[in-house]
């Protein structure tokens, strides 16, 4: 007979469990707690008996360690109950400055205090990771996903993800839209109102998956927002970058997102290590699996990006996305920025030629839909990056420098004095408004032929 496993808790009620335990035993043991929770998010107690040394084996001791354990699983520290007397030096967490208090001391009962250890985010300038065909039997995941970034904020990608995502639905595809801008996420809330958030999110997934409890997460919603026009039988869904909780519930988004982006040891003994890029793989793929289950296989994964020199764009553009959209505005700060990342790029020799042919430049906000010689001076200013940078010399593309399919040929997004205080959130008819529909219109029709067919229907 197998023994059943212990209840387990989410992240943010393993903490708040934690806590209350911390309590209990200050006050059973009248000493001060210290409570620490580690990259994982993993909870452990430590008493300060060093003044009445405690015996590791006495009930008290053994029941407050087990309760702890039991109700943190499986956010539990690997030693849950630790004696100060037993440290080897213990004013690294009794006397931490980084501790912060929960609760002083009154009376017999001990403080409380919290030690927290977080990082955020590797680093950009890290070697790109080895290529790695995300394949799942016939289905190609890779090549229907589309990474939506910017160098700079500010330039309309979200807006340009939600129009891009109702067009291709509005043409029989199955859509889904995954929110990547992690430290700033928005795009959901143009494809559903905040009731329809589903209950978690790509975060809650990172977390969760650490500590290998992923499973049951609610991670995607239909959105409602853009209603498909017609007869279509497409659909947009939407992965959010973090969920909403349910009444009662709480969720500490920033708790979690502090621990996202380091890459892990192997989850159990013999298994590979666990790099932040296929995490994050793996939190996409179950987004997409999610949607199969719900509905059908998505047709395109529109990968909405944070912006700027960040892990979340180096690993979406360089390993999980088959087509990399990447919106531009003219002017010295975005050409810079773009230089920095593909001399970073070029130093891969190995990759590059395979992410050359994954890129597009997008001339976002382009603010003059009748100058012609203005979009053509980005796409010499364009060209010339790419030449000085990704193109090999023997590139077909360094002689054909007005290719129109050439990754440096810019897709225009027009820009027009009318947008200026369109507010997407008060009306959902927005999308259909001329005007919209004309800033648009190219963007939307030369990304969807540079897209995979949609799937074929299941016989």
Not at 34 to 48: E, I, K, Q
Not at 311 to 334: M, Q, R
Not at 362 to 388: K, T
Request: net charge negative; aromatic share 8%; hydrophobic share 40%.
């Amino acid at each position: 007979m197998t023994t059943p496993p212990p209840p387990s808790v989410r992240f943010d009620a393993a903490w708040k469990q934690a806590l209350a335990h911390a309590g209990q035993a200050a006050q059973r043991f009248g000493m001060n707690v210290v409570v620490t929770r580690d990259l994982l998010g993993r909870a452990s107690l430590l008493v300060d008996d060093r003044a009445n040394p405690l015996a590791a084996d006495a009930p008290d001791v053994v029941s407050a360690r087990d309760g702890f354990a039991a109700a943190t699983h499986p956010f539990t520290g690997l030693e849950p109950l630790v004696l100060g007397s037993l440290l080897f030096a213990p004013d690294l967490f009794f006397a931490s400055g980084d501790r912060t208090e929960v609760s002083a001391s009154h009376g017999n009962v001990g403080s409380v205090h919290a030690l927290e250890r977080t990082v955020i985010g590797a680093d950009w300038t890290s070697a790109p990771l080895p290529a790695r065909t995300p394949f799942d039997g016939d289905w190609d995941r890779r090549d229907r996903r589309v990474a939506m970034y910017g160098f700079k904020g500010g330039v309309g990608r979200s807006t340009a993800t939600a129009m891009l995502a109702r067009y291709l639905a509005d043409r029989g595809r199955c859509v889904l839209v995954v929110d990547l801008d992690l430290e700033s996420p928005g795009v959901s809330n143009l494809l559903e109102s905040p009731s329809g958030i589903p209950r978690h999110g790509i975060v809650d997934h990172l977390v969760e998956a650490a500590v290998g409890h992923a499973d049951g997460l609610e991670l995607v919603a239909r959105g409602t927002a853009l209603p498909v026009r017609g007869e279509s039988n497409g659909e947009v869904w939407f992965a959010p970058a973090g969920g909403t909780p349910r009444a009662g519930e709480r969720s500490d988004y920033l708790a979690k997102l502090n621990r996202i982006y380091s890459d892990l040891a192997p989850l159990t003994p013999g298994d590979g290590p666990r790099p932040f890029a296929t995490r994050l793989e793996q939190a996409i793929s179950a987004c997409e699996d999610q949607v199969a289950e719900l509905s059908r296989r998505p047709d395109v994964v529109l990968l909405d990006c944070r912006a700027g020199m960040h892990d979340i764009a180096a690993v979406t553009l360089t390993h999980l996305s088959g087509l990399a959209l990447l919106f531009t505005v003219d002017n010295p700060s975005t050409w810079e920025g773009y230089r920095m990342l593909f001399e970073q790029w070029r130093q891969r020799q190995d990759h590059v030629g395979d992410l050359v042919e994954r890129l597009r430049v997008v001339a976002a906000m382009f603010n003059s839909a009748g100058d012609v010689n203005r979009l053509l001076a980005l796409q010499e200013r364009a060209y010339n990056l790419f030449a000085d940078t990704l193109y090999e010399p023997d590139s077909t593309y360094i002689s054909a420098p007005d290719a129109e399919d050439a990754p440096h040929t810019p897709i225009p997004i027009l820009f027009g004095n009318d947008l200026i205080g369109l507010d997407p959130l008060r009306s959902s008819a927005w999308p259909e408004l001329p005007m919209v529909e004309a800033v648009y219109q190219t963007f939307t029709t030369t990304v969807e032929r540079l897209l995979p067919p949609p799937h074929p229907e299941p016989s």
